[in-house]
């Protein structure tokens, strides 16, 4: 089969299309034909090891491999249909069509063809929804369901700013933040003060003209998505029991994580964490989908063969949304 391999740490130039071997789906698997993937953050920086603070480098590269990635092919997230089932899956037969991630067991997305267990983070894609853009709801949408319902509890009435909130990330946050009740402030640039908008959020604030940590308002939850901020910068923006969020802690965010958790600052809290990943939740994102409540947003498409020029794209940081690949 066709996949885009990655065997050395580097810059986009690194990945090659190879031709590898099919995986055969073990008694607890199922074998899913790739119809479509995407690029992320995480491809990026699993594909360049550069990560987002300097402490995760040692930590990260002996779980992806210290002198070159130990798991060649790329790709969390996909969306496709079952080619064939192992004899112990009864949940799954050949023709469905599915989307999964594959972030808790190992990328392999960026192939025609790749091996799922029966008890992971798959679910059946929404009806009526292309493969396009079912690839590109599990890793944005869970992640943003993880920290919008789980960490902070976002709920009816409450002031939630979502700061990169026209990433992959951060319109899932925005619209899982209203749909629990929430009004919804995005902060992103000028040039998608409009797409943020589209998605639901009452206001957006353009980041490179205002900075809200400047006015009087306050927030009851503050996510930071794209580590753009701080909590020592906002704090102030927070109302009392206010909750701060970010996806990629620092080792000075942990160490105030742990101060505020002892002493209290107003009773303000900081938040971080891998994100959950649970096919139940795939299924809440699915009817969430279907009843359409949310959506996927899609900024540029790309075939498998253009694998280089998509991580090239996302690598800018100036993607809307999702980039997907085709397969």
Request: with cysteine; net charge positive.
């Amino acid at each position: 089969m066709k996949a885009a391999v990655c065997t050395k740490y580097g810059p986009p130039d690194v990945l090659r299309l190879q031709e590898v071997a099919k995986p055969v789906p073990k008694e607890s698997e199922i074998l899913v034909k790739v119809h479509a993937t995407s690029v992320t953050q995480a491809d990026v920086i699993n594909r360049s090891s550069k990560f987002p603070h300097s402490w995760m480098w040692p930590l990260a590269r002996i779980s992806l491999g210290f002198k070159k990635p130990r798991k060649e092919i790329l790709g969390f997230e996909l969306a496709g249909e079952v080619e064939s089932v192992g004899k112990g899956v009864k949940s799954y037969k050949k023709g469905d069509r599915v989307f999964a991630s594959t972030y808790e067991f190992g990328f392999g997305c960026y192939a025609e063809y790749v091996c799922l267990p029966k008890t992971g983070t798959v679910a059946k894609m929404p009806n009526n929804m292309p493969y396009e853009e079912a690839a590109a709801v599990p890793l944005g949408g869970l992640t943003a369901l993880s920290f919008v319902r789980d960490r902070a509890h976002v709920q009816k009435g409450q002031r939630v700013l979502i700061y990169g909130a026209s990433g992959s990330v951060g319109t899932y946050a925005v619209q899982l933040a209203k749909y629990y009740g929430a009004e919804v402030t995005g902060v992103c640039s000028s040039f998608n003060l409009e797409l943020v908008t589209s998605i639901g959020a009452d206001k957006v604030i353009d980041y490179t003209i205002e900075d809200f940590t400047k006015s009087d308002e306050e927030y009851d939850v503050i996510f930071d998505v794209v580590n753009k901020i701080s909590f020592s910068t906002c704090k102030k923006s927070l109302k009392k029991g206010g909750i701060y969020l970010v996806t990629f802690p620092s080792i000075l965010f942990l160490l105030q994580m742990l101060w505020t958790s002892i002493i209290g600052i107003g009773h303000k809290r900081l938040m971080s964490g891998e994100a959950s990943e649970k096919a139940e939740d795939l299924y809440f994102l699915k009817e969430l989908i279907e009843t359409k409540k949310i959506k996927p947003v899609i900024d540029r498409t790309y075939p498998l063969e253009q694998i280089v020029e998509a991580h090239r794209y996302v690598e800018t940081g100036h993607k809307r949304g999702n980039v997907v690949i085709t397969i």
